[in-house]
């Protein structure tokens, strides 16, 4: 009797993709240059964007649709016609930071009811040790009829896609994979070595699995944290924190990390979802904790930095102008959701300041949705104040010309320089970063 690897390979069997966002769309377009693929998305105009090869989330270019064998779809129905489903849809916090599970109980009933004997299902998305055993198999369970270990396998293989980043991609990075048993870990690492050219870790349990993923973004934010409020005790002292972080690092073993803005959907999310299940255990995490109340208010410290050089500028709050590039949570992506730059935006508003707004990949509409202010098209020549909050390609070689040509021409106009990127260069402008 054959194995679903087996079947996949000779397309006897199909493998489904659930959720087509950043994660999953190169996860499917990889998989069908080797299988026969359905790609399915809840959203038919992003599904009819695909098809006519455009990439919504805007990382892929046309070319990577080239040779692959992938039918998009947005009827839930079609998921009948797969064997071997991987599920990458979003797993946000909602606004009291606990998990949203919303995204991921809906696949789970739409794979539920797709369900054959034999199927497999891994679970991509990010999520606390224990959700794939405790929050989905049971709905899988019960929209199928069919019973997890039994009739069909389940696993756990953790997405590691870094957004606008052209080298570590699905094929170049060590995949973490699981299985409820061997059979389906053995199963399930041979179908994503079709694809990993790194190789696969497979990981002694789902939950090992699960944890581990979690884990990465927690110790980045604990150390992007421990750098933050380095750069809030420096700023006191009068040090510049990447002065002090480019001497520090001249020793071998320092661990380079920065100051920033710390957003998006996994560094700044993720640290939650291990709290909220810390607490089931009757555990209330210290560290993590604070580092996320650390990384959490970096925009509005920047905001009220900014406003105190404003007023020691001599300039009116109520009529001060400033003009903001970047939008997005990190740099060259359009990806705008849980960006603190909107918290920096925000505060300034709330003290009185016009605000303007720009970045050269971000929509304007979904940053109209998701935070209440428009993009400019084109900003004016006539700020106060210029924020420089995302590192993106087109900033990073402006010069100090290029940034007086948007402030007034008054004394004090100020640069905060977020990333740093401009330390050293400027030598008119009042300059602050991080």
Request: hydrophobic share 40%.
């Amino acid at each position: 009797m054959m194995s679903i690897y087996e079947k996949l390979l000779k397309k006897e069997a199909t493998l489904s993709v659930i959720g087509l966002g950043y994660v999953g769309l190169p996860i499917a377009l990889e998989f069908a240059r080797h299988i026969k693929v359905i790609g399915f998305d809840i959203k038919e105009d992003r599904v009819e964007m695909m098809r006519n090869r455009i990439d919504p989330s805007e990382e892929l270019q046309a070319e990577a649709f080239d040779g692959c064998d992938i039918e998009f779809t947005a009827n839930a129905e079609d998921l009948k016609k797969a064997n071997f489903h991987i599920v990458g849809v979003p797993t946000p916090i909602d606004n009291h930071n606990l998990p949203d599970l919303r995204p991921l109980i809906a696949a789970s009933k739409s794979v539920g009811k797709a369900l054959k004997k034999g199927d497999y299902v891994v679970y991509e998305s990010t999520v606390y040790p224990g959700a794939t055993e405790e929050d989905c198999i049971p709905i899988l369970e019960e929209m199928s009829g069919l019973k997890a270990g039994v009739d069909f396998k389940i696993g756990f293989s953790p997405e590691r896609i870094n957004p606008g980043d052209k080298d570590h991609t699905i094929t170049t990075i060590t995949k973490v994979v699981s299985g409820n048993d061997e059979e389906a870990l053995d199963n399930i690492a041979k179908t994503y070595e079709l694809i990993v050219k790194a190789g696969v870790h497979r990981a002694p349990s789902i939950k090992v699995a699960e944890a581990a993923k979690i884990i990465e973004n927690t110790q980045r934010d604990v150390n992007i944290a421990l750098m933050n409020e380095l750069s809030i005790i420096f700023n006191r002292m009068g040090i510049n924190t990447y002065d002090v972080l480019e001497a520090a690092g001249t020793k071998w073993n320092f661990l380079r990390f920065y100051p920033g803005l710390v957003g998006g959907h996994c560094i700044g999310v993720d640290p939650y979802y291990l709290v909220y299940k810390a607490k089931e255990f009757r555990y209330h995490p210290q560290v993590i904790n604070s580092g996320r109340f650390v990384n959490d208010s970096m925009g509005f410290y920047a905001a009220k930095q900014l406003v105190k050089k404003l007023i020691a500028a001599g300039k009116n709050i109520l009529n001060s102008k400033v003009l903001v590039m970047g939008a997005t949570f990190k740099e060259n992506v359009a990806d705008s959701r849980n960006s603190k730059v909107a918290d920096l935006v925000c505060e300034l508003k709330s003290y009185g300041v016009q605000v303007d707004v720009v970045d050269p990949y971000a929509n304007s509409r979904d940053i109209e949705h998701e935070y209440g202010f428009e993009l400019v098209k084109n900003p004016g020549n006539n700020y106060d104040a210029v924020v420089v909050a995302v590192n993106h390609k087109p900033y990073v070689n402006l010069t100090e010309n290029d940034l007086k040509a948007y402030m007034k021409e008054i004394e004090n106009p100020i640069l905060i320089d977020i990333k740093g990127i401009f330390r050293n260069k400027i030598k008119d402008l009042t300059y602050w970063s991080f």
